[in-house]
């Protein structure tokens, strides 16, 4: 009984989160253009979605943001962890806070506050201003995941690897790197989820011609737009794919590695 | 020393993208007119305090953002803890379900909403269809307050959620078998081992639904103009650089403040969730 509560209300909550994009689905196959009255199945506005050639590029904008974004605050943020984690300095809990900033910062202030930048710099906003800004956003949660990590290394491999004759540049790669990795994966995931996510900062920081989803769909007021729910249902759907993909490879290896376990 | 240099970017990076932004944003806030000839003044300020107007808006943002940090917290404390102490093969699923919707944009989750709370949209419908007639909920702040509630809840869940996990076993056993009931176990052992990790939730759902635009001009029609749409509109269609900085900076000492005390009331030892 008590299970059953407790399940149910995960239920509940997981319906929660994914009642208005369902909601919206079902819609994206409503020939009527207004939501309430149901006209009959049409895939119209999937037809109409694929001629819109500024929303495939949005999206792809989206996506090489986020992964160019992840990647290079991935490795600022994990070295810069490994040199914090690694050492009991009275310096590093400071630049760490300063650091922290964008995370505890509201979003708004910001993105404004490196719009100004941008302008007083003289660069043009575009999509290097975004992807730069989606770093510094992205790095705090790299440290984040990645400074546990070196705060649980165990230096004696390390000592051990060197006693053995390796170089430390070879020490550091075959000892503390694999050590370091979930958590600098963690990280990369993490800064790739905030940066897909993202309106608001993009929206301060993107030029004309540089349009991601979210700002595409805001500055077109898309999301009033029939094609809006085309739009969100596809996303839903290669996100869901993509997490069944995910799924069945890790539980594949989980039996593997329980063979590997029983032999 | 390759230890240092490590840090090096991280130095640059921090000085360049984000101290220098913000010094930027506070030396407006105190300069008049930055096309003519730059002088002193507070007038952006004065500006702010001298309209009851702002500060209303102000009152209304951390209204709605308090009533919905509440909320989240009623909501995902309960799902945080059964996920915690489940011990389900589905588990792994369930945790992943939460995370996916941050894969859908926020504006796109936002806008999703419409198709549910405007007067054609489901819920008006089936009211419609018992008897209750159209119901348009957009521009309420019911509906802005849900959709911020909607938006944010999984980043008060997941904190919460990771400290609850090390909670160990063994100290609940040991309250149980001095005779404590599950009751007292919660409210003695539980609840406040994961304060931590419920004060990380509330900064990660108070700041940006303070600060967030777009949830009232979507949902909420415009009706409801909060600190972060006045913010919004002073940079970006008015380009008043120094009212938008004085907003600002008012607007973050306020949050900051408030955090700051909420933060006050948490021991040391745990220290802040977020920054474990």
């Given at each position: 009984?008590?299970?059953?509560?407790?399940?149910?209300?995960?239920?509940?909550?997981?319906?929660?989160?994914?009642?208005p994009i369902l909601v919206t689905a079902v819609y994206s196959f409503n020939s009527a253009k207004s939501r309430g009255v149901w006209e009959g199945f049409t895939f119209d506005w999937y037809k109409e979605l694929l001629e819109r050639d500024d929303i495939i590029e949005a999206l792809s904008v989206t996506i090489v943001c986020a992964l160019i974004a992840a990647l290079v605050a991935t490795i600022i943020g994990s070295m810069a962890a490994y040199g914090i984690g690694s050492k009991q300095k009275k310096g590093n809990s400071?630049?760490?806070?300063?650091?922290?900033?964008?995370?505890?910062?509201?979003?708004?202030?910001t993105g404004i506050s490196l719009m100004l930048l941008f302008t007083i710099a003289g660069l043009e906003l575009s999509f290097m201003t975004m992807v730069l800004s989606h770093i510094t956003f992205c790095i705090p949660y790299v440290i984040l995941s990645v400074l546990p990590k070196v705060r649980q290394l165990d230096w004696s491999l390390y000592d051990a690897a060197r006693d053995l004759g390796c170089t430390p540049t070879r020490s550091f790669w075959k000892v503390i790197f694999p050590e370091l990795l979930p958590g600098i994966l963690t990280g990369f995931l993490l800064a790739l989820t905030m940066s897909l996510d993202d309106f608001i900062i993009s929206n301060f920081t993107t030029g004309s011609g540089a349009n991601n989803l979210s700002t595409l769909i805001y500055t077109a007021k898309m999301g009033l737009k029939p094609e809006f729910r085309a739009?969100?249902?596809v996303i839903f759907g290669i996100i869901f794919i993509i997490l069944i993909i995910v799924n069945v490879v890790a539980l594949k290896k989980q039996k593997n590695n329980k063979r590997g376990n029983e032999i | 020393m390759k230890k240092t240099i490590c840090m090096i970017p991280l130095y640059v990076w921090t000085l360049v993208f984000i101290?220098?932004?913000?010094?930027?944003?506070?030396?407006?806030?105190?300069?008049?007119?930055?096309?003519?000839?730059?002088s002193f003044s507070?007038?952006?300020?004065?500006?702010?305090?001298?309209?009851?107007?702002?500060?209303?808006?102000?009152?209304?943002?951390?209204?709605?953002?308090?009533?919905?940090?509440?909320?989240?917290?009623?909501?995902?404390?309960?799902?945080?803890?059964?996920?915690?102490?489940?011990?389900?093969?589905?588990?792994?699923?369930?945790?992943?379900?939460?995370?996916?919707?941050?894969?859908?944009?926020?504006?796109?989750?936002?806008?999703?909403w419409l198709s549910l709370l405007e007067k054609t949209g489901l819920i008006s419908t089936l009211l419609t269809y018992m008897g209750f007639g159209p119901v348009d909920f957009t521009g309420t702040e019911f509906a802005v307050i849900?959709?911020?509630?909607?938006?944010?809840?999984?980043?008060?869940?997941?904190?919460i959620y990771i400290t609850l996990l090390k909670l160990d076993q063994s100290h609940l056993d040991a309250a149980a078998d001095l005779g404590a009931n599950p009751a007292k176990v919660f409210f003695k052992i539980t609840l406040p081992f994961s304060v931590p990790g419920i004060l990380s939730g509330v900064a990660m759902v108070f700041v940006p639904s303070v600060t967030?635009?777009?949830?009232?001009?979507?949902?909420?029609?415009?009706?409801?103009?909060?600190?972060?749409?006045?913010?919004?509109?002073?940079?970006?269609?008015?380009?008043?650089?120094?009212f938008g900085g004085a907003i600002s900076i008012v607007t973050m000492a306020v949050v900051l403040l408030l955090m700051y005390f909420i933060n006050r009331t948490d021991s040391d030892e745990n220290g802040g969730g977020i920054l474990q």
């Open positions: 009984m008590k299970k059953f509560f407790k399940s149910s209300y995960l239920v509940l909550i997981i319906l929660f989160l994914y009642a400071f630049i760490l806070s300063l650091a922290y900033i964008p995370m505890l910062n509201a979003d708004i202030v739009l969100s249902t | 101290l220098v932004p913000l010094a930027i944003v506070i030396y407006y806030a105190f300069i008049s007119d930055p096309h003519g000839d730059a507070l007038d952006g300020f004065r500006d702010f305090f001298s309209n009851p107007v702002f500060a209303e808006v102000l009152l209304r943002s951390l209204k709605i953002a308090f009533i919905s940090t509440l909320v989240c917290i009623l909501l995902g404390y309960p799902a945080a803890y059964f996920l915690a102490r489940s011990k389900s093969r589905f588990k792994f699923v369930v945790i992943i379900l939460m995370l996916l919707p941050m894969w859908i944009n926020f504006l796109i989750r936002t806008y999703s849900l959709v911020s509630v909607y938006d944010f809840l999984p980043f008060m869940i997941m904190p967030t635009f777009a949830i009232s001009q979507t949902v909420g029609n415009g009706k409801f103009p909060l600190i972060g749409d006045l913010i919004q509109e002073q940079y970006m269609v008015v380009s008043n650089w120094q």
